[in-house]
C-alpha cells in the first residue's frame, strides 16, 4: 500500500458520515495489509491509550485493546465502576484528566447518542487535546463495527456496490443498522429491511423498503441479522409480549430459509447472538455464516482505524 498516497488522516474517529468512499477502500486495504501478515510502522515515541466503554462489551472492548497492542501502543487500564463519574463528575472533565495525564487517544462506547460531539467540537475557552474513538455511542453510530462489516463483505464478493442486503431484526435500536445502511448506500448496495414491523420506521425508507424475510431470504447476497437489544426497550409495549421462539420462526435464520439462500450468500450478525433467536444455533459457525470472520476481521480495522487517528494526529511519529 502506498502510505503517501491512500492513508487515512482524522483528528478523531466519531462517525462514517464524513468518509469518501475513497477513504472506506483505504481503510479496507490497510485492514487487509494488517489481515496478511503487514506489520505497523515503527513508532519513534510513545503513545498512550485508553478504554472507556460505559456499556457492557466483549467483542469491541477486547478487539481495540488487541489492536491497540498490535500497533505497539501503551493501554492505560479504566473502570468505569471505579472512576469519579460515579462521583458525577462529567464526560468532558474525565476526559480532560486522562488528557492532563499524557494519554493521546481515547476509544469510548456510551450510552447516550452523540455523546462525543461535547468532546470533539471544543470552544476557545476548552483545552482538551485528545483523540477520541467511537466504540459505539446509544442507539446512534458504530463506526468500526460498520467498517469491519464493509470489509467482510468486501472480503468475500470483492465489491461492495450492486449487491443486496438485508438488515434484519431490531431496527430501531440498532447503532449498526444505521451505521450500515448509511454506508452501504454510499457504496452503492441496495439495502432491505424486515423483522417486526413496529422496528420499523420512516427513517429507513430513504435507504430501502421493507419486506417479510421469506421474501429476501432467496434473493440476497448478505443477510445481516440484528441482535434483539432487550436492554433498550424500557417502554416499549411489544416487550412484554415477546415471544423468543415465534421470533425465530417468523424473522429467524433456521435451516430451512439457510437452504434457500443463494450458494454464494453470506450471514451476518454483529454479536452478540441469540442463538435460537435471530440464527439457529446449529447456524452460527456454518460455511455461509462470517460471524467468526466478522470478529477475526474486526481487530486489524481497528488498527487501520486507530492509525488514521495516530497519523492525523501526528501520534507516535507517523504522519
Not at 14 to 40: C, M, Q, W
Not at 200 to 214: A, Q, R
Not at 217 to 246: T, W
Request: charged residues 25%; hydrophobic residues 35%; glycine residues 8%.
Amino acid at each position: 500500500m502506498n502510505i503517501e498516497k491512500k492513508a487515512v488522516r482524522l483528528p478523531h474517529f466519531v462517525t462514517i458520515e464524513n468518509l469518501s468512499n475513497d477513504d472506506v477502500s483505504a481503510l479496507i486495504e490497510r485492514a487487509e495489509y494488517f489481515k496478511h501478515g503487514g506489520t505497523p510502522e515503527t513508532l519513534t515515541n510513545p503513545v498512550y491509550s485508553v478504554n472507556m466503554f460505559f456499556e457492557d462489551s466483549t467483542r469491541t472492548h477486547t478487539s481495540f485493546e488487541m489492536a491497540e497492542r498490535k500497533l505497539g501502543l501503551t493501554v492505560i487500564p479504566f473502570d468505569p465502576a471505579h472512576s469519579s463519574v460515579k462521583k458525577g463528575e462529567t464526560l468532558y472533565d474525565t476526559l480532560l484528566t486522562m488528557d492532563a495525564i499524557g494519554l493521546d487517544l481515547a476509544v469510548i462506547r456510551h450510552k447516550e447518542n452523540n455523546y462525543y460531539n461535547d468532546l470533539v467540537e471544543t470552544s476557545d475557552n476548552q483545552t482538551l487535546d485528545i483523540g477520541i474513538v467511537n466504540a459505539g455511542d446509544g442507539s446512534g453510530q458504530h463506526p468500526s463495527q460498520c467498517l469491519l462489516d464493509m470489509m467482510t463483505i468486501h472480503d468475500h464478493f470483492g465489491r461492495i456496490e450492486g449487491l443486496k442486503v438485508a438488515i434484519i431484526g431490531d431496527l430501531t435500536n440498532s447503532r449498526v443498522a444505521r451505521s450500515n445502511m448509511e454506508l452501504l448506500t454510499q457504496l452503492g448496495a441496495e439495502v432491505y429491511f424486515s423483522g417486526p414491523e413496529y422496528w420499523y420506521s420512516d427513517e429507513f425508507g430513504k435507504y430501502g423498503k421493507y419486506l417479510p424475510v421469506d421474501e429476501l431470504v432467496e434473493k440476497m447476497d448478505v443477510m445481516m441479522l440484528l441482535r434483539v437489544q432487550h436492554e433498550r426497550h424500557d417502554g416499549d409495549s411489544n416487550e412484554g409480549s415477546f415471544n423468543p421462539e415465534e421470533y425465530h420462526k417468523k424473522y429467524g435464520i433456521n435451516e430451512e430459509r439457510y437452504e434457500k439462500m443463494k450458494d454464494d450468500a453470506i450471514i451476518m450478525h454483529p454479536g452478540p447472538i441469540n442463538r435460537g433467536v435471530e440464527l439457529a444455533s446449529e447456524l452460527v459457525e456454518s460455511d455461509k455464516s462470517r460471524f467468526k470472520v466478522q470478529m477475526q476481521n474486526g481487530v486489524f480495522m481497528r488498527m487501520a482505524m486507530i492509525e488514521a487517528v495516530m497519523r492525523g494526529r501526528k501520534l507516535g511519529g507517523l504522519e
